[in-house]
């Protein structure tokens, strides 16, 4: 496979690149609605076609839920300043509570435009970011996204131990989690 090539797989147009990662990753651009495969130099062509075969099903349903149910993240343009206010005041209640439960000091937190996260802490400097988007969301699913940037500042990545940490203050994230993500 060259560095990009267009193939097609049961009707489905996959554009893949080859980048320097180590996984294969194929995903729906929510723009445009195309399905991307990233695919690292050392694998080959047969064993991405392969991969992308046995996600066919995925693809079409995924592809079909995006159709009817376009994401949010795609409309944040629409996001008046009063709304973001609004975001800035339920956030800021929210952020000494959890940094009181999970017994973290973030040293600072801001509102940012994002594509396609819902918020990235930097454990590094102890700053967390949430996306604007939020606003869209029902109040648990905001608190969700706050807990669990908060919950890096204990364990910086997503570990089996993040998880137990996030599930000892937030039993119910699970749950929260699939409607943040699929509402």
Known sequence: MLLKKTFEIEGLQIFAQRKRVKNLRLYISPKDLQVHLTVPFFATEKYALEFVSGKIKWLKKNLEKIKTN???LQ??????KEEIEELKKLISNMVPLWEFRLGVQAK??????MKSRWGTCDTRTGKITFSTGLIRKP???IEY???????H???ADHSKRF????????????EVRRE???Q
């Open 108 to 113: 600072e937190w801001k509102l940012r435009k």
């Open 180 to 182: 943040l993500n699929y």
């Open 153 to 155: 500042l204990i364990v």
């Open 75 to 80: 409309n944040l343009s629409e996001i008046a």
């Open 139 to 141: 109040l648990r699913c």
């Open 70 to 72: 376009p994401p949010v």
């Open 145 to 151: 996204v706050v807990a669990h940037e908060l919950a």
């Open 163 to 174: 998880y137990a940490v996030l599930a000892r203050h937030f039993p119910y994230w699970k």
